[in-house]
């Protein structure tokens, strides 16, 4: 089992950057693939970015692509996403989720086996 806890997020003017952390419990961290999703309410989770086991791989959302990236520290248990020239639009509730499939860097939500609790991003115009 896999807890996963984010923290970074917060309130920032468009332009502005900001870098979201997630935490994992448990020795198994390096064996899984990482991913960021995010939501606003009425609308589907929404893939942002991922990243293998190891970090060579990642993927990105094509609304984020070279704003936004996807980095892992396994000794530290965490995953990060450094997000710059942030929009109004990336306004959502950021979500990192685990999965088992080491080398993948799925973007679909069922890909992952485990989510935390998001953490709010606000970008105000």
């Known amino acids: 089992q896999v807890q996963l806890v984010e923290s970074g997020g917060g309130l920032v003017q468009a332009g502005g950057s900001l870098r979201l952390s997630c935490a994992a419990s448990g020795r198994t961290f390096s064996s899984y693939s990482m991913g960021w999703f995010r939501q606003v309410p009425g609308k589907e989770r929404e893939f942002v970015a991922a990243i293998s086991w190891n970090g060579d791989n990642t993927y990105y959302a094509d609304s984020v692509k070279g704003r936004f990236t996807i980095s892992r520290d396994n000794a530290k248990n965490t995953v990060y996403l450094q997000m710059n020239s942030l929009k109004p639009e990336d306004t959502a509730v950021y979500y990192c989720?685990?999965?088992?499939?080491?080398?993948?860097?799925?973007?679909?939500?069922?890909?992952?086996?485990?989510w935390g609790q998001g953490t709010q991003v606000t970008v105000s115009s």
């Open positions: 989720a685990g999965s088992r499939l080491a080398y993948s860097t799925s973007y679909s939500p069922r890909s992952y086996d485990y």
